[in-house]
């Protein structure tokens, strides 16, 4: 009996080279990883990029990954293994192209953060093609199992490889590709460069019955997958590092223009008038600048997250002197800033590239007279920017008598607004809220505009600076506001759910 371990494990032929046997292991692991990392990118145009919707998309591939190899390794027990792998691998790269199309019209219809959409769109981008690619691997093991003596040896070296595969596809698509490509050249690369390799296999197993065959379906699927991908719809003008953009003429103001991010209505420019102020948190945001400067006076300014660079072009404008710094994380944001909405900087008005959080703990202590929080990822502040720790170095960038106008957008219950008021009420002595009486009240959401400084706040005048520029917006002190924010939880970089408590799916 014991004479049985030495038997070949595949009948009718040997195992691959070991070369061979290495690069498909590779590459298909490989693909796996790149497909979950662009995937991301892919669908977050229509639902956002949430914890939310990085989970889905994690969660899918890993339960693909494992329903792969598990098939995969099952299949290998009952069937020549070298009949399958080209066919496999075939089609997983097929699908890998044609997922670009069906996320794309799926998204069409689909648009929105809700737990359904997110989860389907989700399962759309990864589980297939990463499910047929995960298959590989095992059957590829099998093929170089020649005897139960170098199990170990032939597994572990063949999973060390797959592993090493998804961590270069890993580090190469998060700091090159994303960076040099968009999204949509990426998939249909990966997919096409995963095929032919297919047909590669198919080639040199030429010589062993029933292998090397590619059914003509599969191929035809490769080649409508790409066509599909080429007349797909995009929401996209340009794949920025961060974001899905586009700009767009308002078609009721001649010079206007809107920055779209992802899902969101950004920013608004006028080309022509930088003191047009057409959304109303940012006339909210201005009012609050009326209120605590003297009028037409020169501001130091610091402005985290940058957009359009609506409001530091309206400083420049109405405070001439006014020397502001944006930190803005996407490059390709500013280049579009530049080339579409008309942005000189300047030494007044300068930008950097850079993470808001790392900007500001880069400041200089005491020297700004304003800081304006306006970074979003999606319909959330980056978690990053909401906590203790982040209101700390806003308050260390601020001067004794400095004032912080952060916008942020809810929508009922309302939780991570009152948890971030929370927040700012450790960091503050006087921390106000402007927001529609509708919002106040806890029945609607939207955009709302918190106000903290270590100094008291012009309460009055900045009421009577809302009126005067057209809004119905409230301030919010004292006992009301203690009733708003509750018993909300403080967030820390231990823990801030930002996510969840904008998006409390179950609840």
Not at 57 to 86: E, S
Not at 161 to 180: E, Q, R, S, Y
């Amino acid at each position: 009996m014991a004479a049985a371990a030495d038997q070949p494990s595949t009948a009718g032929g040997t195992a691959l080279p070991g070369w061979v046997a290495a690069a498909i292991t590779f590459l298909c692991s490989g693909a796996v990883l790149v497909l979950e990392i662009v995937g991301l990118r892919l669908i977050a145009p229509y639902v956002g990029v949430t914890v939310q919707t990085s989970t889905a998309v994690i969660g899918f591939a890993l339960a693909a990954i494992a329903l792969g190899a598990w098939v995969g390794g099952a299949t290998a027990d009952r069937a020549d293994p070298r009949r399958l792998l080209a066919p496999l691998m075939v089609a997983g790269g097929a699908l890998v192209v044609a997922v670009l199309p069906l996320v794309r019209f799926t998204g069409e219809l689909l648009s929105g953060a809700d737990a359904g959409g997110v989860l389907l769109l989700a399962a759309v981008a990864v589980v297939v093609p990463a499910a047929l690619l995960s298959a590989v691997p095992p059957m590829v093991v099998k093929l170089q199992l020649a005897s139960l003596a170098e199990t170990g040896a032939v597994v572990g070296r063949l999973s060390g490889i797959g592993t090493l595969g998804g961590i270069a596809a890993t580090f190469a698509t998060g700091f090159v590709l994303v960076a040099v490509l968009p999204s949509s050249v990426i998939l249909v690369a990966t997919g096409a460069v995963t095929a032919v390799a297919g047909l590669a296999v198919a080639v040199l197993l030429r010589r062993v019955p029933g292998a090397g065959r590619v059914p003509v379906a599969l191929l035809a699927l490769a080649v409508g997958g790409g066509a599909l991908a080429a007349v797909a719809p995009t929401p996209c003008e340009e794949e920025t590092a961060y974001h899905c953009a586009r700009v767009v003429a308002d078609p009721e103001r001649d010079t206007g223009r809107v920055l779209l991010l992802d899902t969101l209505r950004h920013s608004y420019v006028d080309l022509a008038d930088p003191t047009h102020l057409e959304f109303e948190y940012v006339r909210a945001v201005a009012a609050v600048t009326d209120a605590a400067f003297p009028a037409g006076a020169p501001v130091s300014a610091l402005h985290v997250g940058g957009g359009g660079l609506t409001l530091p072009r309206y400083l420049a404008e109405v405070r001439p002197g006014t020397r502001s710094l944006v930190l803005e994380v996407d490059p390709g944001v500013v280049a579009m800033d530049r080339e579409q909405l008309g942005l000189e900087t300047s030494e007044e008005l300068g930008v950097r590239v850079a993470d808001g959080r790392v900007g500001l703990a880069e400041e200089s202590a005491g020297e700004r007279d304003l800081v304006v929080g306006d970074a979003f990822g999606g319909l959330s502040v980056p978690w990053q920017l909401t906590t203790r720790e982040a209101m700390a170095l806003v308050d260390r960038a601020l001067a004794d008598d400095g004032v912080y106008a952060v916008n942020l957008i809810d929508h009922p219950p309302l939780a991570f607004v009152r948890a971030e008021l929370a927040t700012l009420r450790e960091a503050f002595a006087h921390v106000l809220l402007l927001a529609r009486v509708p919002v106040l009240a806890g029945e609607d959401g939207g955009n709302l505009v918190a106000v903290a400084s270590q100094r008291p706040l012009p309460v009055e005048a900045l009421t009577r600076a809302l009126g005067d520029r057209g809004l119905t917006w409230q301030v919010a002190e004292g006992d009301e506001l203690d009733r708003f924010v509750g018993d909300a939880a403080v967030l820390t970089d231990d823990f801030a759910p930002v996510d969840q408590l904008l998006t409390p799916y179950g609840s």
